[in-house]
């Protein structure tokens, strides 16, 4: 076992836990997996978001530190936020192409409408979405640029608010550029021990990662309790699964033209990370992971990498935008054709683009944003509930999915920044023992 690669191990603890799920479902254990083997998967992504802000702060300050030049900071940004709107843009054409083609909504049975619409219409968490996208609508237009200000740095520390955290790394990295070497030296000495630290962190806590996926897996296996639910709605699901099989396949050719490295090895190398995506659903929780496969196995640069991933990760969800793309249009094929017009289609492209910038890196987000998404396009209010209802049974598995997207866009766009500002070296690769025979 030692000898397996990590990815490995990884898939072998994903297959365990599915059967393992299966299993406990056959023969009523629901309770003994939420109740023993749960936790450790909720302790591992617990481990994982505890070191996800210190790694940021730590990365992101001695990058823009060592770029020595405040240029190079605006160079970096322009081009991060352009490959990022333009594969977004890329994404919701993909997705809207897909839908319009295959009209999955189409010819439903009204039995199954009515049966989804019973089952999950009054569902705690359609509710909890509907409530949150309220809120989200009922905020300023400029209210997502205030948020990006924080009045407290310690609070959003506390509360990993990623884009404050990266505006406070860039500020005191910029300051730090702006001030005597020598007096810079050692808070710039200190941030790149606790990069080093962090990064040992990352290495030990993957060694648990086989069973903590065994654990995440098993548990969401248990949610399924409906399958011929699953079924009539397997059309959806595979246009979503379909559309992001070939956004995947448009970051290789990406990798593999501009880059000029070869996509079977991108893929190898990042798939812990894509991995853990699929297991978490979340990119925030995955994040030191992939800033870890990144740095030492794809060979970015600190300083790239520790400002396009922590940006990616907030901003870049390709994947959350294609789904919603589809979903929208899905919803409406079923419940509101009328709605289905070409000047309404580009108002998701717009509004699809903007709410992945405002989505947060969490489960579910993208849900919520595609509420305000459908609201965009005049879709009529009391039939809210019913549109979540429809998709609310496979979005958690199609979460899982768009996330390990929005992994790998942000690990190709990284590449990408590198290779453009000659940043992209050969990988060196660290493990956990590296220095273990030393001080054993």
């Not at 996800?52 to 970096?76: E, R, T």
């Not at 990760?313 to 793309?325: E, I, K, P, R």
């Not at 879709?379 to 899982?400: H, S």
Request: hydrophobic content about 50%.
């Amino acid at each position: 076992m030692k000898k397996l690669a990590l990815h490995w191990k990884i898939i072998i603890g994903m297959v365990l836990g599915i059967i393992f799920g299966f299993i406990m479902n056959s023969v009523g254990g629901k309770n003994f997996v939420s109740d023993w083997i749960a936790p450790f998967g909720t302790i591992f992504i617990n481990l994982l978001k505890l070191i996800a802000v210190p790694l940021i702060l730590a990365s992101l300050i001695k990058g823009i530190s060592d770029l020595k030049d405040i240029s190079k900071i605006k160079s970096m940004g322009l081009r991060t936020i352009g490959i990022y709107i333009t594969t977004t843009l890329v994404a919701i054409i993909i997705g809207l192409s897909i839908v319009n083609t295959i009209k999955p909504g189409n010819g439903m049975p009204q039995d199954t409408i009515e049966k989804i619409k019973s089952k999950y219409e009054s569902d705690e968490g359609v509710a909890d979405k509907l409530t949150k996208a309220s809120e989200h609508k009922d905020a300023g237009p400029l209210q997502a640029l205030v948020d990006i200000f924080p009045s407290n740095i310690f609070e959003a520390l506390g509360n990993a608010k990623m884009l404050q955290v990266i505006f406070f790394a860039l500020f005191v990295g910029i300051c730090l550029l702006l001030i005597p070497g020598k007096k810079a030296k050692p808070l710039v000495d200190f941030f790149d021990s606790l990069n080093e630290v962090v990064m040992k962190m990352v290495d030990l806590i993957m060694l648990f990662a086989p069973y903590a996926v065994f654990a995440l897996m098993a548990n969401v296996i248990i949610a399924f309790d409906d399958t011929e639910i699953l079924l009539k709605l397997l059309n959806y699901a595979l246009c979503v699964v379909g559309g992001l099989i070939l956004m995947i396949g448009f970051y290789l050719i990406l990798v593999s033209v501009y880059t000029k490295k070869s996509p079977m090895w991108f893929l190898r190398e990042i798939s812990p990370a894509q991995l853990l995506a699929f297991s978490t659903s979340s990119s925030a929780a995955t994040l030191p992971v992939t800033m870890e496969r990144v740095e030492e196995h794809l060979g970015v640069d600190k300083e790239v990498s520790g400002f396009v991933l922590p940006v990616g990760a907030t901003v870049n969800m390709d994947g959350t935008s294609l789904y919603q793309g589809i979903a929208a249009v899905f919803i409406m094929q079923v419940i509101w054709p009328e709605g289905l017009t070409f000047t309404n289609q580009l108002v998701i492209i717009a509004t699809a683009l903007l709410a992945s910038i405002g989505s947060a890196a969490v489960p579910s987000a993208g849900m919520v944003m595609l509420v305000i998404v459908l609201e965009s396009i005049g879709f009529p209010a009391e039939l809210l509930p019913i549109g979540l209802a429809l998709i609310f049974a496979v979005d958690r598995p199609l979460d899982m999915c768009r996330t390990v997207v929005n992994v790998t866009g942000d690990a190709t766009v990284s590449m990408m920044v590198a290779k453009s500002l000659g940043k992209l070296h050969d990988p060196k690769p660290k493990e956990w023992d590296d220095n273990y025979e030393k001080v054993k």
